[in-house]
């Protein structure tokens, strides 16, 4: 049975590695796994990978890989040495990108393919180019990768909670969900556009939350997480009832 702190990822989005192992430290009773973006993996590299594993904790590499498809299946071959649970790789450019990805992945990896950024508007997609359906209706388009990612066998997607039903419905609820925009009902929403809270994320199937200012930039983050993971267990219990 899964627990509250295994739906949260928490994205270590801090310049250095003492500022991400004190993160490590403080928050591995309550978060289930930590996400290492380009920041910190281009300060502090493979060695903060080993670190969060000494700690206990899951480790979810979001390099978000977008090349050909060659330079995708050599990166991530050496993404999947590196004993991370999840990495991530672009949808929006072809299906041959997320073939190498889970070529290169060699099984040692889960693949998540990112579908649209949880800062992306409809503006921005009608911006992109994209037909006039796409940006009436994101999730349109959140599927249409969601289709590419799974046949490509990546083992889920990222996308919004405002999506995640729709993606667990189509695909069926082995093929992940993970999502980030995270918000509780009187936070801050910054530069995320498609946010939920952590209650309608898990109401809705999100197999795993990413969250993050809520948490580092609280007074207390490690209350912060608390107070998150009890919305978690809640929504939880009640999805159990119901
Ligand atoms: O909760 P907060 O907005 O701080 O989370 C931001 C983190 O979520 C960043 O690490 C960002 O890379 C990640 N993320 C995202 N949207 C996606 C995929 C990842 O915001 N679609």
């Not at 997609?125 to 037909?131: H, L, P, R, T, V």
């Amino acid at each position: 049975m899964r627990t509250a702190k295994d739906y949260i990822i928490f994205p270590l989005d801090v310049p250095s590695a003492a500022e991400a192992k004190t993160l490590v430290t403080l928050l591995s009773g309550e978060v289930g796994m930590f996400k290492v973006g380009l920041e910190l993996f281009i300060e502090a590299g493979p060695e903060i990978v080993r670190f969060i594993r000494s700690e206990g904790a899951r480790v979810f590499l979001d390099l978000k890989l977008h090349d050909i498809p060659a330079t995708v299946s050599r990166a991530m071959r050496r993404v999947a040495d590196l004993d991370v649970d999840f990495a991530t790789v672009h949808c929006g450019e072809s299906r041959g990108m997320l073939d190498a990805a889970v070529a290169g992945s060699g099984g040692k990896v889960g693949v998540l393919g990112v579908t649209v950024l949880t800062s992306v508007t409809p503006r921005d997609i009608a911006e992109a180019g994209f037909e006039a359906g796409f940006a009436a209706d994101v999730t349109r388009l959140v599927m249409r990768r969601a289709a590419m990612a799974r046949d490509a066998g990546c083992v889920g997607i990222v996308c919004s909670g405002r999506e995640a039903a729709a993606v667990k419905a189509a695909f069926g609820k082995d093929f992940l969900a993970v999502t980030p925009g995270i918000r509780p009902a009187d936070g801050a929403s910054d530069d995320q556009r498609r946010v939920t809270t952590p209650a309608d994320a898990v109401a809705v199937g999100a197999d795993y939350l990413v969250i993050g200012r809520p948490i580092r930039d609280a007074a207390d983050p490690r209350e912060a997480a608390r107070r998150i993971g009890r919305e978690i267990s809640a929504a939880l219990a009640s999805s159990a009832c119901g």
